[in-house]
């Protein structure tokens, strides 16, 4: 028989005489890889979001008084060529903004259809050169006479910057945090399976075994739990994932006008992030566990 | 070949072995006597590198071990053959895979063992057992079983610690028996042990030692004033060769007439096969554990 087939065989076996550790291990690290995956899925998705709408920041949309003429209009627009740092000055009127909504839209376009009227206002797209006159232009335009609203996207993809490295710092102190328990978890698992068979130990360790003949097959019992458990987080984490993008994926399309990632795409990153950690645990925490019964 | 160069190792204030110097030539066979405490686990424990010499050479098959790396340790051991007191068989595991679990922890091939295995165990008289757990055994058969298993592996030194310490003397001449055919086979034996019947009867060589240090080392007899062991009140090891019939005699007629005897002597005789059954019935009589 292979050394790895042997060990392998080892490691199941001692694992049936400790199923329900071995079993409150696989739980527990399941657990805390479904927390982290959620964690993950939902910075994937605010980074897509982020990244989508970045590429406007130089754009700022200003937004004319409804109704108002097109003295106003003509008069808004010169203002806004006066002001230092703009490059170009576009208008959209309320049926080119009508037909571009329709067209983001896509297939929920018809929607738009039946208004009674065109809800949208006439606009500007002011485009600038840098971020400082974006800055200055998204400040001095709301004192421009006939200007309603000004629409920023700085504000927006800052906001959004900030969530996603809130996000990316909570799943980082979660997952240290995580990983320790689920490192003491295995290591108090597998530290049970090496008492139960210390007499064994102490016996190989007699009859010459190497140091690795004796790890090995609670490391590999270690590897087969962080398996099991990254097989099931990830199939745990699809599942709650497509139920939420079932439940609000078209609400956050229609919304945010922003797609969210298909589980699909994010299945294969997640079983390969889950596997990384759920082995790396099991060898960690069998390896502690077992150090101080090698000094025989 | 096992040589001791001046070895002296303490356990802080303790003394474990000092200024120890000893020569076991291969094929040896050597006892290692003396009173509890004295530095014979250290010297055991010297030898598998369980523990370090504070300073002095100790010499295995030609290389000082203790000049070689912890991770070579494995290898020295796989030269030893252990026989422990307490025999230390896997309850979970028969006699033939126990005595295979030797072969595996080396990694040998499962041709070999199949080879290997049935062999040794018709060596130590034990092949009918081979599928036996060791709770099916008697104290003496699950020796067997732990000599088999330090000899599977082909050691060039059997190291066996107090291997009778749990065994009857009748049983215990069996066992001793059965390491003189190993050690006339060609392996070093070395054995610690407190039994001074054995180690008298044996007429082999002797290496005492007390405090730390070696006190003699020469063929015959045990040397010491016998420790205050656990022993029978009454002891009558193999009485072939101990006690002549009419002492025996004598002793039946003590233990006869004894009958208010209080509980937990202990006297053992030798398969009484061949001998007077009303022997072992006048023991019984007396209140006496007899044992065979």
């Given at each position: 028989?292979?050394?790895?087939?042997?060990?392998?065989?080892?490691?199941?076996?001692?694992?049936?005489?400790?199923?329900?550790?071995?079993?409150?291990?696989?739980?527990?690290?399941?657990?805390?890889?479904?927390?982290?995956?959620?964690?993950?899925?939902?910075?994937?998705?605010?980074?897509?979001?982020?990244?989508?709408?970045?590429?406007?920041?130089?754009?700022?949309?200003?937004?004319?008084?409804?109704?108002?003429?097109?003295?106003?209009?003509?008069?808004?627009?010169?203002?806004?060529?006066?002001?230092?740092?703009?490059?170009?000055?576009?208008?959209?009127?309320?049926?080119?903004?009508?037909?571009?909504?329709?067209?983001?839209?896509?297939?929920?376009?018809?929607?738009?259809?039946?208004?009674?009227?065109?809800?949208?206002?006439?606009?500007?797209?002011?485009?600038?050169?840098?971020?400082?006159?974006?800055?200055?232009?998204?400040?001095?335009?709301?004192?421009?006479?006939?200007?309603?609203?000004?629409?920023?996207?700085?504000?927006?993809?800052?906001?959004?910057?900030?969530?996603?490295?809130?996000?990316?710092?909570?799943?980082?102190?979660?997952?240290?945090?995580?990983?320790?328990?689920?490192?003491?978890?295995?290591?108090?698992?597998?530290?049970?399976?090496?008492?139960?068979?210390?007499?064994?130990?102490?016996?190989?360790?007699?009859?010459?075994?190497?140091?690795?003949?004796?790890?090995?097959?609670?490391?590999?019992?270690?590897?087969?739990?962080?398996?099991?458990?990254?097989?099931?987080?990830?199939?745990?984490?699809?599942?709650?994932?497509?139920?939420?993008?079932?439940?609000?994926?078209?609400?956050?399309?229609?919304?945010?006008?922003?797609?969210?990632?298909?589980?699909?795409?994010?299945?294969?990153?997640?079983?390969?992030?889950?596997?990384?950690?759920?082995?790396?645990?099991?060898?960690?925490?069998?390896?502690?566990?077992?150090?101080?019964?090698?000094?025989? | 070949?096992?040589?001791?160069?001046?070895?002296?190792?303490?356990?802080?204030?303790?003394?474990?072995?000092?200024?120890?110097?000893?020569?076991?030539?291969?094929?040896?066979?050597?006892?290692?006597?003396?009173?509890?405490?004295?530095?014979?686990?250290?010297?055991?424990?010297?030898?598998?590198?369980?523990?370090?010499?504070?300073?002095?050479?100790?010499?295995?098959?030609?290389?000082?071990?203790?000049?070689?790396?912890?991770?070579?340790?494995?290898?020295?051991?796989?030269?030893?053959?252990?026989?422990?007191?307490d025999f230390r068989l896997l309850e979970k595991k028969t006699v033939y895979e126990n005595v295979a679990f030797a072969m595996e922890v080396l990694h040998k091939s499962r041709k070999e063992i199949k080879e290997r295995v049935p062999y040794v165990l018709e060596l130590v008289d034990i092949a009918d057992k081979a599928n036996r757990y060791p709770d099916e055994?008697?104290?003496?058969?699950?020796?067997?079983?732990?000599?088999?298993?330090?000899?599977?592996?082909?050691?060039?030194?059997?190291?066996?610690?107090?291997?009778?310490?749990?065994?009857?003397?009748?049983?215990?001449?069996?066992?001793?028996?059965?390491?003189?055919?190993?050690?006339?086979?060609?392996?070093?034996?070395?054995?610690?042990?407190?039994?001074?019947?054995?180690?008298?009867?044996?007429?082999?060589?002797?290496?005492?030692?007390?405090?730390?240090?070696?006190?003699?080392?020469?063929?015959?007899?045990?040397?010491?004033?016998?420790?205050?062991?656990?022993?029978?009140?009454?002891?009558?090891?193999?009485?072939?060769?101990?006690?002549?019939?009419?002492?025996?005699?004598?002793?039946?007629?003590?233990?006869?007439?004894?009958?208010?005897?209080?509980?937990?002597?202990?006297?053992?005789?030798?398969?009484?096969?061949?001998?007077?059954?009303?022997?072992?019935?006048?023991?019984?009589?007396?209140?006496?554990?007899?044992?065979?």
């Open positions: 028989m292979s050394r790895v087939g042997y060990n392998v065989k080892q490691a199941f076996s001692q694992m049936g005489r400790n199923k329900g550790m071995y079993f409150t291990s696989v739980l527990a690290i399941t657990a805390m890889m479904l927390i982290l995956g959620l964690f993950f899925v939902a910075f994937m998705n605010v980074n897509l979001f982020a990244s989508s709408i970045e590429k406007d920041y130089n754009v700022i949309q200003i937004y004319i008084e409804d109704g108002g003429s097109q003295e106003v209009i003509d008069s808004v627009g010169a203002e806004l060529r006066k002001t230092k740092g703009v490059e170009k000055v576009e208008f959209v009127s309320k049926a080119d903004a009508m037909e571009s909504l329709k067209k983001k839209w896509g297939d929920n376009g018809y929607l738009l259809e039946n208004l009674p009227e065109n809800p949208l206002p006439d606009s500007y797209m002011v485009y600038v050169s840098d971020k400082d006159s974006a800055n200055s232009v998204a400040a001095a335009a709301p004192a421009i006479k006939g200007v309603n609203d000004v629409v920023y996207y700085r504000d927006t993809i800052e906001k959004l910057a900030q969530v996603s490295h809130f996000i990316e710092i909570g799943s980082l102190v979660a997952m240290a945090f995580l990983v320790i328990v689920s490192i003491i978890i295995v290591a108090n698992t597998i530290k049970l399976t090496v008492f139960n068979r210390e007499k064994e130990i102490s016996i190989m360790k007699y009859l010459g075994a190497t140091n690795w003949f004796v790890r090995a097959p609670f490391i590999w019992g270690g590897i087969i739990v962080g398996v099991i458990s990254s097989v099931i987080a990830t199939g745990l984490t699809y599942f709650i994932y497509t139920k939420i993008v079932g439940i609000i994926g078209s609400d956050i399309m229609r919304i945010l006008s922003v797609s969210v990632i298909p589980a699909e795409q994010l299945t294969a990153t997640l079983l390969a992030m889950f596997l990384c950690l759920g082995i790396g645990i099991g060898v960690i925490g069998s390896a502690i566990s077992i150090r101080r019964f090698l000094n025989v | 070949m096992i040589v001791f160069n001046n070895v002296t190792k303490k356990y802080g204030n303790n003394v474990g072995l000092i200024d120890a110097s000893v020569h076991i030539n291969n094929g040896d066979f050597v006892f290692l006597v003396g009173p509890s405490g004295a530095g014979k686990t250290t010297f055991i424990r010297l030898i598998l590198k369980e523990i370090e010499p504070d300073s002095g050479k100790i010499i295995l098959a030609g290389k000082d071990i203790t000049r070689i790396r912890k991770s070579q340790v494995p290898k020295i051991r796989q030269k030893i053959g252990m026989v422990f007191q055994l008697s104290a003496g058969e699950q020796q067997r079983v732990g000599i088999a298993r330090a000899l599977v592996n082909k050691p060039r030194v059997l190291i066996c610690d107090e291997p009778t310490g749990n065994l009857d003397p009748i049983t215990a001449m069996d066992i001793m028996r059965l390491l003189e055919k190993i050690n006339v086979r060609g392996t070093t034996v070395l054995m610690v042990t407190h039994a001074k019947d054995i180690v008298d009867k044996m007429n082999k060589r002797v290496v005492a030692i007390d405090h730390g240090r070696i006190v003699r080392d020469e063929e015959g007899s045990y040397g010491f004033v016998q420790q205050s062991e656990p022993e029978p009140d009454l002891y009558v090891p193999g009485f072939t060769s101990f006690l002549d019939p009419d002492e025996l005699r004598a002793v039946q007629a003590q233990v006869g007439r004894n009958s208010e005897s209080p509980k937990g002597r202990t006297i053992a005789v030798p398969d009484p096969v061949g001998y007077d059954d009303s022997l072992v019935d006048a023991y019984l009589d007396g209140g006496e554990d007899v044992y065979e």
